[in-house]
């Protein structure tokens, strides 16, 4: 055969290659003690099975496709991927070093249009160190610079692949009360004055996008702003508003009332429980931590670990995540916040969460807070293939993931911590570096 045959032929096999669909990879999870993320309690000798990335089937008596790829997780808890429902990971390196922190841009003319899903870095160690302790995927939120509007944050996936992001621009993040107050002037009512005026002038541009001048010294928004705030009063994306005390969490509902197509989130709100019946009937949900149980400010004078379980107990959709710090580091705090609303139940007085619904709290919660809950967040099928193994109860401080997966791909259980670790926890000889040499 001539070498230009040889040639021809082998273009044209991998044309052919790249025409034929991948097979489906089928992966069946069987004899552990499974947890289907949505409320329910766990299933014993549960099967969870994965075709092409998406969770196709999970519970008892289900059926195994031939030819699966199976694993025996006898003995063992078999859940949904976490998620972190308010976090900064990807965005912080090191907290303390200003050059690897992207979650504020405080000298930037620009806002609502800043999109922090194009600053997220997949390597980052909290990444890889947060996977590892089986959290699959993150919202993660910008922080307020100049402006109560801190710009548009994402959904990602903690994979070891660099194509992280879920979701950009999955919503828009304003702070109200004190931060809000601090940023708008110095009260909360030039806040909620500045908050209404922003919006006005999205809703100027977006009757006439061609007139609006975001340059003229009467307007307080650039035209990249206001245009990243139309899907905000369209109602296309979420709305997260940050407000901690009850009468702010009043004045946020009381807000739709002027503007009744935004899709409010509230964030921290330490105080919901003392105003759950009007958030309930408001059908907010809320983005909250399970650790806030102390005054850290005068807005969060009436902060109670029951304030979860109260809301909860009213009919508020509740997800867990770090509102209260360490939001770029520490997403394995998700389980421990879980478990604590579990242990309140024993505690006289206190308003915990059944352990179903503390686990939907860091799964399927999150997930339908974004308005993503027919994709992530749970074993449902048709939802990503995001499924952890664990050594024990998820919610108990001492169990670790055997093994996580995102999108039905295993991941690897190291990190740089663990690497380290394992370095010098019975170290050799010789094998140190220099520096250690006495």
Do not use: C
Request: proline share 6%.
């Amino acid at each position: 055969m001539s070498r230009k045959f040889l040639s021809a032929l082998a273009g044209a096999a991998a044309l052919a290659a790249f025409a034929t669909p991948a097979i489906a990879q089928t992966i069946a999870i069987t004899g552990g003690k499974l947890a289907i993320g949505d409320g329910s309690e766990a299933i014993e000798n549960g099967t969870v099975v994965i075709v092409n990335g998406k969770v196709t089937a999970a519970g008892a008596n289900v059926a195994i496709p031939g030819g699966a790829q199976r694993i025996d997780a006898s003995g063992q808890w078999v859940t949904p991927g976490i998620i972190s429902g308010f976090s900064r990971v990807g965005l912080v390196e090191v907290e303390a070093v200003e050059s690897t922190n992207d979650t504020e841009a405080n000298k930037s003319p620009f806002s609502a249009a800043i999109d922090v899903s194009t600053a997220i870095n997949p390597l980052a160690n909290p990444i890889a160190i947060s996977r590892t302790s089986g959290v699959t995927r993150a919202v993660v939120v910008p922080s307020a610079g100049n402006s109560i509007f801190a710009g548009q944050g994402a959904v990602i996936d903690l994979s070891t692949d660099m194509d992280d992001v879920t979701q950009p621009r999955a919503f828009q993040y304003v702070e109200l009360g004190e931060t809000g107050a601090a940023k708008a002037g110095g009260s909360r009512p030039a806040a909620q004055l500045m908050f209404r005026t922003l919006l006005e002038e999205a809703q100027d541009y977006a009757r006439n996008p061609a007139a609006y001048d975001g340059r003229s010294k009467d307007n307080l928004l650039l035209r990249v702003d206001a245009k990243a705030l139309l899907p905000v009063i369209q109602g296309k994306v979420p709305l997260l508003v940050h407000v901690e005390r009850g009468p702010d969490i009043l004045g946020v509902i009381a807000l739709r009332k002027e503007f009744p197509t935004l899709k409010i989130v509230l964030v921290g709100a330490a105080e919901g429980w003392r105003v759950a019946r009007e958030i309930a009937a408001a059908k907010i949900p809320v983005i909250t931590a399970g650790l806030t149980d102390l005054p850290a400010s005068f807005e969060t004078l009436a902060a109670t670990q029951s304030n979860v379980g109260r809301m909860v107990e009213a009919g508020v959709l509740v997800a867990l995540g770090l509102t209260d710090g360490n939001d770029a580091v520490q997403l394995r705090w998700a389980m421990q916040q879980a478990g604590n609303m579990v242990a309140l139940q024993k505690i006289p007085g206190a308003t915990g969460l059944s352990w179903g619904q503390a686990l939907r709290a860091i799964s399927s919660a999150p997930a339908e807070v974004m308005g993503m809950g027919d994709r992530i967040g749970s074993l449902k099928p048709g939802r990503a293939g995001d499924v952890v193994i664990w050594d024990g109860d998820p919610l108990e401080l001492m169990s670790a993931p055997t093994a996580v997966f995102i999108d039905g791909k295993q991941q690897p259980l190291e990190n740089r911590q663990t690497k380290l670790r394992d370095r010098y926890a019975t170290p050799t000889p010789g094998a140190l570096p220099k520096a250690y040499d006495r």
